[in-house]
């Protein structure tokens, strides 16, 4: 699925948008909606020592447990960004790639890739299964086409939309760092279903890659 803008200085932004002209794939983002469920999400910015206290040693233990194993995916896909494994073309494999990677994540509600042009796949659970929301940024616009699938390499009902959206503006866009550093966001309200939560979210440059 796609995305765009960025909350980046100027000079950093001005490099991102000339790479993306030089070079058509200039850096990916690895987006996880995560926690969108109350008991693993108190959480502001940083764990506060308020909330800390109110939590039991077994909660607490169970929220670290979750922080870690996020943390590693994040790392794990952030290298795979880097060495080339994601084809951004290939939607069944990123399906057979992520599906299983938060499929047993219960508080996790989805995930992203967006790059610095505004494209951007997004995968996510609703009620009735999986669906994915491919984005691409035209006149100001994004073109959204989402697909319903039965299984990871099987894809349902197809419906598109046109909205007003840009990943490049939403709080957990963010340049490389060059040290594949997880970013975590402040407690936020998410595009698609209107629900708040928290994301987390690493960043990677891909020298002479292709875009969405």
């Known amino acids: 699925m796609s995305g765009t803008p960025v909350n980046h200085d100027r000079t950093t932004a001005s490099s991102f948008r000339i790479s993306s002209v030089l070079v058509p794939l200039a850096g990916f983002l690895l987006i996880l909606l995560a926690m969108n469920t109350y008991q693993y999400l108190r959480v502001k910015d940083d764990l506060a020592l308020t909330v800390i206290n109110e939590i039991g040693d077994n909660e607490l233990g169970e929220l670290k447990s979750f922080f870690d194993n996020l943390t590693s995916k994040l790392n794990m896909v952030h290298d ?15 399906n057979r790639k992520f599906m299983p990677l938060i499929s047993r994540q ?15 796949y997004f995968l996510y659970r609703d009620g009735k299964g999986w669906v994915t929301r ?5 006149n100001g616009t994004a073109r959204m086409v989402f697909r319903r699938w039965l299984k990871p390499d099987q894809a349902g009902k197809e419906w598109r939309k046109t909205r007003a959206y840009d990943p490049r503006r ?4 963010h340049a ?4 594949g550093e997880v ?3 402040p407690i936020y309200t998410f595009f698609e279903t209107g629900h708040k939560g928290v994301t987390a979210s690493v960043a990677w440059q891909r020298p002479g890659g292709r875009g969405f």
């Open 134 to 138: 491919v984005s691409t940024q035209e």
């Open 80 to 94: 795979w960004g880097v060495n080339g494994v994601l084809d951004t073309d290939d939607l069944v494999g990123l």
């Open 183 to 185: 970013h975590w966001t």
């Open 106 to 120: 219960a508080p996790v509600s989805g995930l992203l890739l967006a790059n610095d042009q505004g494209g951007e």
């Open 176 to 179: 490389p760092s060059g040290k």
């Open 170 to 173: 939403r709080p957990w866009f």
